[in-house]
């Protein structure tokens, strides 16, 4: 019995010891080589045939302590997240490089606990001799740092 409540008490200090380091930690998430399809660019035959783009996204975020207590209500969900890029991309037409990273990083900060996010977006074969163009953009969340 006494080992029970020994590892119990280990525990509850484990537990209180990453509640208090999470207040001031935070995470990342990295969502790698996501290849997707979409209409991109302004040339007549980008405007109908779909294009292949390769997603790289990144996404810090403020730990809370219920997340590191498992509490799912509280985590920031990556599957959703690539879920809703997923549909925002394949579904959308766009002129510009520039536009399809700049929507693509507005959803990836939404989450109110993000602070930081990065997207880039490679177009492979856009250009004869290289093997893709990339654009990337950040977004910083300057009330989370003000904290």
Same mark, same amino acid.
């Given at each position: 019995?006494?080992?029970?409540?020994?590892?119990?008490?280990?525990?509850?200090?484990?537990?209180?010891?990453?509640?208090?380091?999470?207040?001031?930690?935070?995470?990342?998430?990295?969502?790698?080589?996501?290849?997707?399809?979409?209409?991109?660019?302004?040339?007549?035959?980008?405007?109908?045939?779909?294009?292949?783009?390769?997603?790289? $996204? /990144?996404?810090?975020?403020?730990? *809370?302590?219920?997340? &590191?207590?498992?509490? #799912? !209500?509280?985590? @920031?969900?990556?599957? =959703?997240?690539?879920?809703?890029? $997923? /549909?925002?991309?394949?579904?959308? *037409?766009?002129?510009? &490089?520039?536009?399809? #990273? !700049?929507?693509? @990083?507005?959803?990836? =900060?939404?989450?109110?606990?993000?602070?930081?996010?990065?997207?880039?977006?490679?177009?492979?074969?856009?250009?004869?001799?290289?093997?893709?163009?990339?654009?990337?953009? =950040?977004?910083?969340?300057?009330?989370?740092?003000?904290?």
């Amino acid at each position: 019995m006494s080992l029970r409540l020994h590892s119990v008490s280990e525990k509850a200090r484990s537990t209180r010891h990453s509640a208090d380091t999470c207040e001031r930690s935070s995470a990342s998430i990295h969502v790698k080589n996501l290849r997707l399809r979409t209409l991109i660019g302004f040339n007549p035959e980008e405007k109908i045939k779909r294009q292949d783009v390769v997603i790289n $996204i /990144e996404v810090d975020y403020r730990l *809370s302590s219920s997340v &590191l207590d498992d509490d #799912v !209500s509280e985590a @920031l969900n990556y599957k =959703s997240i690539t879920k809703k890029v $997923i /549909e925002f991309v394949e579904n959308g *037409s766009f002129l510009l &490089l520039e536009k399809l #990273v !700049s929507d693509v @990083l507005g959803i990836c =900060s939404e989450h109110p606990s993000v602070e930081r996010a990065r997207v880039t977006i490679d177009k492979p074969h856009a250009l004869r001799f290289a093997d893709s163009v990339s654009l990337s953009m =950040s977004y910083v969340n300057n009330k989370s740092n003000s904290q």
